[in-house]
């Protein structure tokens, strides 16, 4: 029996199909360890002795751990097939570490796809964990930890900000400057003017294009009562231009470009566009009820196809549509591309041509059949012809004032063809018109208008200008944001990115103390080291040597010079103390405590609201359902003989187990009234934990071999 090791559940399903009962898939589900907090200050990271890394197990990976470690005891191989990036190859390195695989001949899979032919060529081609990818990786982990805990840590004793990062600072700053620009934008007034003229009984609105031959710029009301003196009461053609359009498709998705998209044509939020991508690469029950995956890896900077999918994709579109559709320049210059990219990463594309979306759409959910049909789509439009219009401009004039009307006639669909409802374009067509024909203006529409200042970016905006100046990878836009919402230094409505009080407060601290660190240059030469890293081409102790000394300056001087923000005081005291009682922030929000922490531990208790019933019953214990809150705010309806009942409405399935006394197995230890029962983790595997969970949380694992 040979183990292959993945990094998710999902995973070891598709690959369980397609590798047979001779090999056993199991999952890391994700890393399984990471920098241990122990150490001068907590970093994990030996500086004195060339920045050496400490790694601990991650708690919760503990129970995934020793099921790996049984299961490769056994194993006549052991097969390493995380994805294929820095992470993946650090999580490779991890595993082999951890369960003491030889790391210059383990076997690490690289594929990037999961289906059989994908799959059988790396069985094929196995090749061993790549050392610079894991050094740049281990690179970035060590950076990131050092800056993340030493400014977290400065930023939260000065002015209570609750993180700060080599990556989210950076991005913060691109918003919080972008804020300036809108907060100093000064509107300036200028006036327009739409006219509206029947042409064979239909009602054409016309915009005033031209004045005496110029753009139009009419700044105030005056102007514009001057260029409606002049206006006669007819318009005629003086014009009519026809030219032939030429539209090529846009380059297949990459990760920044495919968050963009999503967001703007669906409103998806990056970190949803990067859960529903994860889902159709991993694989989904579309054949069968077997798990197939649907599109190649989803993080990836390349536009580049291979050669193979571009083949196939050529003969599937000459099938299909016709070899007039396939566009033989845009087929060689991705194949020359591809001859010359030396890196195994490929634009995202669907695994197979055949699969169209509709032919799979019952299968998919809603979220999954947008992002899937936009994939392919686009992976398809990119080999495919141009897109073919005719234009026609027809120019309408009175007394120097000209007014334009444009219709649009498509030739040749091209790459459309495959696009549908996708492709916004659509025709627009003009009654056969000559020169020199006059139409009376039905209704004149002057308009004063004002300009506006720049919208605040959105999170598409937001990926966009990241990748454009370096900041973060593909793997890291999604998460930036998210951790910049989190932190509450942005707020997120709508998916607009508005910094907050909070948000601007932190950026000019950090402005003011660090400002190469959050620089987008800055950063983005950082990255550049990275991957210099990964090609063996720098050394990491050079790198984090030339980065730490310096910045550990940087960080005595901030501590000496930022002043400390004192706390709103409430106008109360301390009951316990006599201290004044002052507004703190906490995990789950303000709240109101003593100033004299931490000598007193005073906490105001926050009133409570009277239970709001809902007219229903527990369908448990007959007591009646009522309105709460979690601790993060979320309203939900539970049962009010809690704790005693447990009951969540929507969440039946998930209602803890009645355990009586011949469950017991021992005391708690932790709690007088617990004891310990048998309960399964999520990953399936038995363990000891108390029934007053979750008051109290003691749990003990079985040790099975007794």
Not at 47 to 52: A, G, L, M, V
Not at 523 to 542: F, H, P, Y
Request: with cysteine; charged share 30%.
């Amino acid at each position: 029996m040979k183990l292959v090791i993945v990094e998710s559940p999902t995973k070891s399903h598709t690959f369980k199909r397609y590798l047979g009962e001779e090999y056993e898939i199991l999952p890391s589900v994700g890393h399984i360890r990471d920098l241990a907090t122990s150490g001068k200050g907590g970093l994990g990271v030996d500086i004195e002795n060339d920045f050496t890394a400490r790694y601990v197990i991650n708690k919760d990976k503990a129970t995934v751990v020793r099921s790996l470690e049984k299961a490769a005891k056994k194993a006549d191989e052991v097969i390493l097939a995380t994805d294929p990036d820095r992470e993946g190859e650090a999580i490779a390195w991890h595993l082999a570490t951890v369960l003491k695989l030889p790391i210059e001949s383990t076997k690490r899979l690289e594929f990037h796809e999961i289906t059989r032919e994908s799959i059988a060529e790396a069985m094929e081609k196995p090749r061993t964990i790549d050392m610079k990818l894991v050094s740049s990786q281990e690179t970035r982990r060590v950076l990131d930890r050092i800056i993340g805990f030493k400014l977290s840590s400065l930023l939260y004793k000065k002015i209570r900000s609750r993180s700060a990062g080599r990556v989210q600072s950076a991005a913060l700053k691109l918003i919080c400057d972008h804020e300036k620009e809108i907060n100093a934008f000064k509107p300036e007034e200028y006036w327009s003017l739409n006219v509206d003229i029947e042409i064979k009984g239909v009602v054409y609105n016309l915009a005033l294009d031209r004045v005496d031959g110029k753009a139009v710029k009419i700044k105030n009301e005056q102007e514009m009562k001057d260029i409606l003196a002049r206006l006669e009461t007819a318009l005629t053609i003086s014009s009519i231009k026809v030219n032939e359009r030429v539209k090529t498709s846009k380059d297949p998705f990459t990760t920044s470009t495919l968050q963009q998209e999503a967001f703007n044509r669906f409103n998806f939020r990056t970190k949803k566009t990067t859960v529903v991508a994860q889902k159709l690469y991993e694989g989904l029950a579309v054949e069968n009820g077997e798990n197939v995956g649907l599109i190649t890896y989803m993080r990836t900077d390349s536009t580049r196809l291979s050669d193979s999918f571009i083949n196939r994709a050529s003969n599937y579109i000459s099938e299909n549509f016709g070899k007039e559709y396939i566009n033989p320049t845009q087929r060689n210059r991705i194949l020359k591309e591809t001859e010359q990219v030396q890196d195994a990463h490929e634009a995202i594309r669907p695994t197979s041509t055949h699969r169209t979306p509709e032919s799979i759409k019952s299968s998919l959910s809603k979220d999954e059949y947008n992002l899937y049909r936009l994939i392919y789509a686009r992976a398809m439009a990119s080999l495919m012809a141009p897109r073919k219009e005719e234009v026609t401009v027809i120019t309408f004039s009175s007394q120097g004032l000209d007014f334009k009307l444009e219709g649009v006639h498509t030739l040749f669909e091209g790459y459309a063809k495959v696009m549908g409802d996708l492709e916004t374009n659509r025709d627009k067509e003009l009654p056969v018109l000559s020169e020199g024909e006059a139409f009376i203006i039905k209704s004149k529409t002057p308009k004063q208008n004002f300009t506006k200042a720049p919208p605040r970016y959105n999170e598409a905006k937001l990926v966009k200008l990241m990748e454009e100046l370096g900041i973060g990878r593909p793997s890291t836009y999604a998460s930036t944001i998210e951790t910049i919402l989190a932190r509450k230094y942005v707020t997120g409505t709508g998916g607009i990115l508005t910094p907050t009080d909070q948000g601007m407060l932190t950026n000019s601290t950090l402005e003011e103390n660090f400002p190469d660190l959050i620089d987008a240059k800055y950063t983005a030469d950082m990255e550049k080291q990275l991957d210099e890293i990964a090609e063996g081409e720098l050394s990491r102790v050079e790198v984090l040597k030339d980065f730490y000394y310096p910045f550990e300056k940087l960080v005595e001087a901030a501590n000496t010079n930022i002043d400390k923000i004192a706390a709103k005081e409430t106008g109360e005291l301390c009951p316990e103390c006599g201290s004044p009682l002052v507004i703190r922030k906490g995990r789950y929000g303000e709240f109101v405590g003593c100033s004299n922490y931490p000598t007193c531990h005073y906490i105001k208790p926050q009133p409570k609201d009277p239970p709001k019933f809902t007219g229903e019953n527990c369908p448990l214990c007959g007591k009646p359902l009522v309105e709460r809150k979690d601790r993060k705010g979320r309203p939900f309806v539970g049962c009010s003989g809690y704790p005693a009942c447990h009951y969540i409405k929507g969440n039946e399935n998930k209602v803890p187990p009645v355990y009586t006394e011949k469950d017991y197995v021992k005391k708690c230890p932790d709690c007088e009234d617990g004891h310990l029962v048998v309960k399964k983790s999520k990953y399936g595997n038995d363990y000891l934990g108390c029934t007053n969970f979750p008051k109290c949380r003691h749990m003990e694992y079985i040790n099975k071999k007794k």
